[in-house]
């Protein structure tokens, strides 16, 4: 099955593959099933349309993922945040260099970034085809994450994301960051995180709402969400109302000021994981 053919990603077993690693066989999310399509439907769309899939060759592997391919084009996987911990990013270009010199398929999303790449999924393999995005996020070395784009394009890669968190592999060793933990978070200043807490309170304000989870600022996270982002959340559901209380999932850049703050990059980067509905894709 080749990208762009409207299925969920699915496990189909495991081989041993090139190097005697266990080869993983999945199958492409749903592309354009983000959030806000009512309000949004043609920026999600120029950004996740897919172009004509193609063939080229992983020649190499860049900083942070970068794929080489041997046309001479660069790529990055499309919906992957890259680990920053250099353990992690090791165990990240270990995996991939198992497909060195392995025919790919592409499929190209959106426009080029700054640096001429393009974001692509891709399919590795002949006989045993392998989605190197899912297969990186269900080990436990990259998360799902739209990255600079406004929307993540294959939603269903969060799902891949359960089984590897449930078993403390990777990124997600000694379980999720707790919002509360504010030396932690502080210690994180600068980085791609992923946070687990309760939100105590929804301040609504003109520009942007602040979603507390400590009674004062310095102890725990807040998140601020601008208001563009606020209205595409409501639209969907999730409101002061219904969010205070619920435990939910943010994942952003931490930052610093009077305490530790993540400000929501867009709507696929808070989760409602008890209480209530999680955003429907």
């Known amino acids: 099955m080749l990208p762009g053919d409207g299925h969920e990603i699915g496990w189909y077993g495991s081989r041993t593959s090139r190097g005697g690693a ?3 066989v999945w199958l492409l999310a749903a592309a354009c099933g983000a959030p806000g399509a009512a309000s949004g439907a043609p920026r999600v769309a120029e950004a996740c349309g897919p172009s004509a899939s193609i063939e080229d060759r992983l020649a190499d592997i860049g900083p942070r993922g970068e794929l080489r391919l041997a046309s001479g084009r660069r790529a990055v996987l499309s919906g992957l945040r890259w680990p920053d911990e250099p353990a992690l ?21 959106g426009a080029e970034d700054r640096w001429g790449r393009r974001r692509a999924d891709a399919i590795a393999g002949e006989a045993e085809l392998v989605d190197l995005a899912g297969g990186l996020v269900a080990a436990g070395l990259a998360y799902a994450d739209a990255g600079e784009a406004d929307s993540l394009c294959r939603p269903a890669l969060r799902a891949v994301e359960e089984a590897p968190r449930a078993a403390g592999l990777g990124l997600w060793a000694g379980g999720p960051l707790a919002a509360t933990d504010a030396a932690a978070l502080n210690a994180r200043a600068g980085r791609f995180t992923v946070v687990e807490g309760r ?29 563009r982002s606020w209205r595409i959340l409501s639209e ?21 000021g009077r305490g530790p703050f993540i400000d929501l990059a867009g709507v696929d980067g808070i989760e409602v994981i008890e209480g209530e509905r999680a955003l429907r894709r």
Not at 210 to 222: E, I, K, N, S, V
Not at 236 to 256: K, N, Y
């Open 199 to 227: 939100i105590l309170h929804v301040g609504e304000r003109s520009a942007r709402t602040y979603l507390d989870f400590a009674r004062r600022g310095g102890q725990g996270l807040t998140v601020t969400v601008q208001k």
């Open 89 to 109: 990013d090791a165990a990240a270009r270990s995996w991939l260099h198992a497909f060195r010199g392995a025919p790919l398929v592409l499929t190209e999303r």
């Open 22 to 24: 266990p080869a993983l």
């Open 236 to 256: 969907h559901g999730l409101s002061a109302a219904t969010l205070r209380g619920r435990r939910v999932r943010i994942r952003g850049m931490v930052e610093t």
